[in-house]
């Protein structure tokens, strides 16, 4: 079944490699999941939320301007450690100056008022 093959591809963290997500996230957090990472486990209907954003993710990068930079890895090394992140949209101005776009999805019933 396709969605359980896309929703079953998780990102194990490593050691000296770090995401732009992942550094946002409380040390603590991140230790613990590279102390227990095979004992974490998810449904997959729990990541029915990962698999509609990243649809929608990869819809609009087919809609990106000739000078736009969508969903494309960026990576960074320094002091022995690799950072990468995906920006979802980025409309240069120029060479120095740009638009930085992070699209984000949600349920309707999250909407409230």
Do not use: C
């Amino acid at each position: 079944m396709p969605y359980l093959r896309a929703v079953s591809q998780v990102r194990v963290p490593e050691r000296g490699k770090i995401s732009i997500t992942e550094l946002l996230k409380p040390a603590q957090q991140r230790s613990l999941e590279l102390q227990y990472e095979d004992e974490i486990e998810e449904t997959a209907d729990s990541r029915i939320d990962l698999f509609f954003g990243l649809a929608v993710h990869e819809y609009l990068a087919n809609f990106a301007g000739p000078d736009a930079l969508a969903e494309e890895r960026l990576t960074y090394s320094i002091d022995g450690w690799l950072i990468h992140g995906t920006p979802d949209h980025v409309d240069w101005l120029h060479a120095s100056e740009g638009v930085l776009t992070d699209w984000k999805t949600t349920r309707v019933r999250a909407l409230r008022y």
